[in-house]
């Protein structure tokens, strides 16, 4: 079956450039995740939708961010105005229930962002 | 000081040999445990997800979690070639998963 994709994979952009990262995960699956994972280091976590709702997005590093998720499967990270420090692989993951404790989560394979 | 401390190695063992990685953590809140692996250019893959402290075997792959000590341990016996990639633990409270930074593992044929 199909796991969890990621569109585009691989993303340059200018400084000052918006960027939108589009994330599929698997069908039925209601609780999704967004990571940002630097050159070298373990994911961090960034928001959560359950459903449509955003739940949690404490971990977006600024007012530059934001993930949206309308109609509760597909999910958007929009980046306005990237810099450099935006640069790093884009993780999205789904799991299927809202026990999200003990329910794995499922990555999809990332899109790279790399700022110029 | 990060929440969860893992050595980045890189870690290069022969073939056959066993696999010692291990992380230590800080937040006494944490209760779930996992292992991830993540080969070059791929996401994360659940390896072996753990609750309680103790040893969970899966095959190969031997999990040890010590909440006294926050110290958490993942073994690979008889290490394959196919075993090379970078292996992340993760734990958490709730949903948000706080990950290390990863051991890179090589194993030479």
């Known amino acids: 079956g199909a796991g969890v994709s990621q569109s585009p994979r691989y993303k340059v952009a200018k400084r000052g450039q918006d960027v939108a990262l589009r994330c599929d995960p698997i069908?039925?699956?209601?609780?999704l995740f967004w990571y940002q994972q630097a050159l070298g280091q373990g994911p961090e976590f960034l928001t959560y939708?359950?459903?449509?709702?955003?739940?949690?997005k404490s971990g977006l590093p600024s007012d530059r961010f934001f993930a949206e998720r309308p109609e509760g499967s597909v999910s958007t990270l929009k980046i306005q105005r990237t810099q450099q420090e935006d640069s790093a692989v884009y993780l999205c993951?789904?799991?299927?229930?809202?026990?999200?404790?003990?329910?794995?989560?499922?990555f999809g394979p990332g899109t790279r962002l790399t700022v110029l | 000081q990060k929440e969860v401390e893992q050595d980045p190695g890189p870690l290069s063992v022969p073939e056959g040999a066993i696999v010692s990685l291990n992380c230590t953590y800080s937040?006494?809140?944490?209760?779930?445990f996992m292992w991830y692996r993540q080969y070059s250019r791929k996401g994360p893959e659940l390896l072996m997800y753990?609750?309680?402290?103790g040893n969970k075997e899966d095959g190969r792959f031997t999990a040890q979690v010590d909440k006294s000590s926050k110290y958490i341990s993942l073994f690979i016996r008889d290490s394959q070639p196919s075993d090379s990639a970078t292996y992340l633990c993760?734990?958490?409270?709730?949903?948000?998963?706080?990950f290390g930074a990863g051991t890179t593992v090589t194993v030479r044929a």
């Open positions: 993951a789904s799991s299927s229930s809202t026990e999200t404790s003990t329910d794995t989560q499922y």
């Open positions: 069908s039925g699956h209601v609780s």
């Open positions: 993760a734990m958490s409270v709730n949903y948000k998963l706080s």
């Open positions: 753990t609750y309680s402290s």
């Open positions: 939708f359950q459903n449509e709702a955003q739940l949690d």
């Open positions: 937040n006494s809140a944490f209760q779930y």
